[in-house]
């Protein structure tokens, strides 16, 4: 099953999302695994692979837990009112939300949001619910 949308960070072309890490398996530990496509689902105009039908059903039962927050995209852009791209091992839950961020030749976003973090949050959400980003 394969979805497509601007709204969720996906590869263009597969339109998968996370680049494959089962999105359960961040909130629900003990680490992200890559997830199979035989078990896939879509949500929010992106397909998300699992390890197992039970992480599937689980994830079906409940996206909005498992989803990280923005659509996928770094947390911390967004509260600059940006979308970047992110690395899938940087990654952070903080009050059982999955955020993810940049980690490449511009630096780590990480720590800058860590320092930060409640106040990133909070602009964070008013750039998404507003859709007030860039590409």
């Not at 689902?41 to 998300?48: F, G, I, M, W």
């Not at 940006?82 to 720590?111: C, E, H, W």
Request: glycine share 8%; hydrophobic share 30%.
């Amino acid at each position: 099953m394969l979805c497509c949308g601007p709204m969720s960070l996906s590869d263009p072309a597969t339109h998968v999302a996370i680049r494959g890490y089962d999105p359960t398996t961040y909130i629900d530990g003990p680490s992200p695994c890559l997830g199979d496509p035989a078990f896939s689902s879509c949500y929010d105009k992106a397909t998300y692979y699992f390890v197992s039908e039970g992480n599937k059903t689980k994830f079906d039962s409940q996206p909005w837990h498992y989803c990280a927050q923005y659509g996928g995209w770094c947390a911390y852009a967004m509260s600059e009112g940006k979308l970047f791209d992110v690395d899938p091992m940087r990654y952070k839950i903080s009050g059982q939300k999955l955020y993810f961020f940049y980690n490449g030749a511009g630096g780590d976003t990480l720590p800058k949001f860590e320092a930060e973090e409640s106040l990133r949050i909070e602009q964070a959400n008013l750039v998404w619910t507003s859709r007030a980003y860039s590409y």
